[in-house]
T-cell receptor, first 110, second 112 residues
């Protein structure tokens, strides 16, 4: 069963705008990871945030983690056409069973 | 380029046929994984290998077998393919527990 659930399922924004997507999960985790998947391709690891961290940045990406609410958010700032992809959160309970949500499909309009 | 290589990229099987999906990584990662991706369901773990010489079941292992041939290679076998196994299969590897995964580009399998 899926541990994480992303919200919204789909998001359409104008180039230059920010995109925010959320992930909720059910059980305790060691870390939470975000991945990007371009159409027809494999997943690419974007960022990992550990359970004792609250916020992490990587380039135009900002991830937050609230373990008390069992939720995370991924913010992409100043979006570009190349950011058009599906984004997945994955929860790591520290047992080799990384569990993925169904993903958020982001479309960036020129 | 370093990474995870999967073969084949596409395959069509008839119900009841068998096949093996191959996966190799050249990053000296200890752990390897097989996932399947179906529309609207995200990725589901089929089998994983925490280290060379070990394999364990994931969420959806029925109908599959795996072999961790050596540290580099982890294969997935369908002994008697069924239409329900139509999916995109991804192999991944990670350096250690609690680290990010590197994924292959996938195998699109259709069982008719």
């Amino acid at each position: 069963s899926q541990q994480g659930e992303e919200d919204p399922q789909a998001l359409s924004i104008q180039e230059g705008e920010n995109a925010t997507m959320n992930c909720s999960y059910k059980t305790s985790i060691n870390n939470l990871q975000w991945y990007r998947q371009n159409s027809g391709r494999g997943l690419v690891h974007l960022i990992l945030i550990r359970s004792n961290e609250r916020e992490k940045h990587s380039g135009r990406l900002r991830v937050t983690l609230d373990t008390s609410k069992k939720s995370s958010s991924l913010l992409i700032t100043a979006s570009r056409a190349a950011d058009t992809a599906s984004y997945f959160c994955a929860t790591d309970p520290n047992d080799y069973k990384l569990s993925f949500g169904a993903g958020t499909t982001v479309t960036v309009r020129a | 380029n370093a990474g995870v290589t999967q073969t084949p990229k596409f395959q069509v099987l008839k119900t009841g046929q068998s096949m093996t999906l191959q996966c190799a990584q050249d990053m000296n990662h200890n752990s390897m994984y097989w996932y399947r991706q179906d529309p609207g369901m995200g990725l589901r773990l089929i089998y994983y290998s925490a280290s060379e010489g070990t394999t364990d079941k994931g969420e959806v292992p029925n109908g599959y077998n795996v072999s961790r041939l050596n540290k580099r290679e982890f294969s997935l076998r369908l002994e008697s393919a069924a239409p329900s196994q139509t999916s995109v299969y991804f192999c991944a590897s990670s350096e250690a527990l609690g680290t990010g995964y590197t994924f292959g580009s996938g195998t699109r399998l259709t069982v008719v």
